[in-house]
């Protein structure tokens, strides 16, 4: 083979790959352009278009005559929009914080540079939206703002929470804040998928405004917007869901009764801090009380007061870190709702709760005399038998003499229940083992009430075996214990909804209620169903009205006669009769602690 030959070989093959290579292009653009171009233009187009969610208007609140507790309105917001300033150097985006916290310091709006830089890396999501940076801003911050045109940052109108009565009945209402982060929305998110949340909106944190978050959520507004290469919103292309308000709850609480109740014991904790204390004793600390009032024929809750107390306004625009620590650690504890968390020895209010036990168990009927001489001493004791000492005492060791059922509860005499708690404790061949805890069980105590709130707290029914399993098989159950017990006192402890709600119990002959804050929930999206809450019963078994008609004489006499006269001096007793027991409970390092358990007007009884 001469070598032109070889050279027209080589030429041959060159052309031919080349064909090869000129057919496979050809092949492909037209697989492309033609087979894949209905693909690629969904794909182009999706990645000019982004879908941009607005919040709702939340739901309201409402008390039980329809007067708003916590509404909404619009305001002026500034936000930051991070998809604008991430296009900046930091060195820019720091001159544009500037100049947007000259301006909001100079309209009297505390703002710091760094505070925005903060906002900015924490808005890095890869949301759309933006995030607020300063709330509630008056209209010539709006104009300012956009005569300066800064880039990254606008001046918008949102809805925002307010609470027209301030302080009053915030345990029960609650507060909102604001989603902190994406890992927060997460979570949210992935728990609901209806209702989708993004860093920075509205999430209820406590009370109904935390129970109902559900409902008083609204449905937000889908915009699909067109963005521009630098992912910047150029206009909307359509809106395809329109916001829908959340539901509006309605509670049972009447507002002008809450206030009264927050009112009275405002007052009543001044009064107590100005008595002049006993020789040798600490002044009265008194720094906080609380105050039920339920409808005894429904469960309805017509008031839930717990003092101090703190306003929900201030977590609106979020409140501030040392402002937050300031109130969590406040010795008094504004946030801690006493009604349904606080923990407290209900003392001789617990009296009618061992005089049932008494009365069903045939320990003591109730014409059977009792000589009071002031102290009373467990027989055969030694302090490692009693694990409470040997020597009970009444308060003052006041002699009250010989007493019955009726002048016991009359007088609050303590040796009478003494006597009892040994005799319940001895002879447990007879009564069994924990005949008082199993009546007060009976009466609610021990468990939650089922209250419509986030947090209740259990209370505490102390008996020999959660005593064991507590502290072990060493720490063992006394007399002492027994006795200590049957007057309140002890490891025993009730929040004072449940105590309220056992007096209802009294009331009614032995139905008891779960407490009942929610009426209805109503309003929404189109064809949400309103929803009613109707009494639920937790107690249907009927309290012997054999037994309950001492105990009510007895207890009819305490604001006439009894241990609650001067306290019920100028009240018009005639006209609404109190069935009610005082209580004064003793803790150990601590002022006591002051009751009083009530329901009527007998013999009709509204209210406990």
Known sequence: MTTGDIAQRRMGALALFTFCLFAALVARLWFLQVMQAPEFAETA???????????????????????LLAGRRESLVVVLDWTELREFDEEARFDIYREVADELNGQGIKMKVEALETRFQAARNGSLKPVVVADDVGEQVWVAMAERDLAGFHVERRWIRVYPYGSIGSHIIGYTG??????????????????????????????????????????????????????????????????IPGQDIHLSIDIDLQYSAEQILIDELRLA???????????????????????????????LASVPTFDPSDFVFGIGAEQFAYL????????????????????????????????????RSEWELWNDQGRYTIENCTSSTSGAGCVFRNAGEVVLGEVDLRTSLEVSSDTYYYSLGERFWVEQALYGETVIQDTAELFG??????????VEEDGRVPTPENRRAEFGEDRGW???????????????????????????????????????????????????????????VD?????????????????????RTGTATQAFAGFDLDRYPIV?????????????????????PWPNPQYS
Do not use: W
């Open 328 to 363: 969590r650690d406040r010795p008094d504890q504004p946030f801690l709702d006493r009604s349904t968390r606080g923990l407290y020895a209900p003392g001789s209010t617990f009296k009618p709760v061992t005089a049932y036990a008494a009365l069903e168990s045939g320990a």
């Open 178 to 243: 604001t989603v902190a982060n994406q890992d927060r929305a997460n979570e949210l998110n992935a728990a609901n998928r209806t209702k989708i949340y993004f860093p920075g909106d509205e999430l209820g944190l406590a009370g109904i405004e935390r129970l109902f978050e559900n409902s008083l959520r609204g449905l937000p507004e889908i915009r699909k917007v067109e963005i521009d290469a630098n992912n910047r919103v150029i206009g909307t292309v359509e809106v395809l869901q329109h916001a």
């Open 445 to 454: 105590f021990g468990k939650p009430t089922g209250v419509q709130l986030p």
């Open 273 to 303: 801090r100005r008595r002049e204390a006993c020789k040798g004793c600490s002044p009265h600390v008194a720094e906080a009380g609380s105050l039920v009032a339920l409808d005894v024929n429904d469960g309805s809750v017509v008031a």
């Open 478 to 536: 006394f007399t002492g214990d027994n006795v200590n017990l049957s007057i309140g006192q002890g490891d025993l402890l009730v929040t004072p909804l449940q105590l309220a709600n056992s007096y209802a119990m009294l009331a009614t002959g032995g139905v008891r209620y779960q407490p009942r804050l929610i009426d209805r929930v109503s309003g929404g999206a189109p064809g949400a169903e309103d929803q009613e809450f109707l009494p639920r």
């Open 580 to 600: 009610g027991k005082t209580g004064t409970s003793q803790v150990n390092n601590r002022a006591d602690f002051s009751l009083f358990a009530a329901f009527g």
């Open 45 to 67: 187009a999706a990645n000019r278009t982004r879908e941009i969610f607005t919040e709702a208007p939340r739901g309201q609140i409402y008390d039980a005559k329809g007067r």
């Open 539 to 559: 107690n249907d078994l009927p309290l012997n009205p054999a037994y309950l008609a001492p105990i009510r004489d007895g207890l009819l006499r305490v604001a």
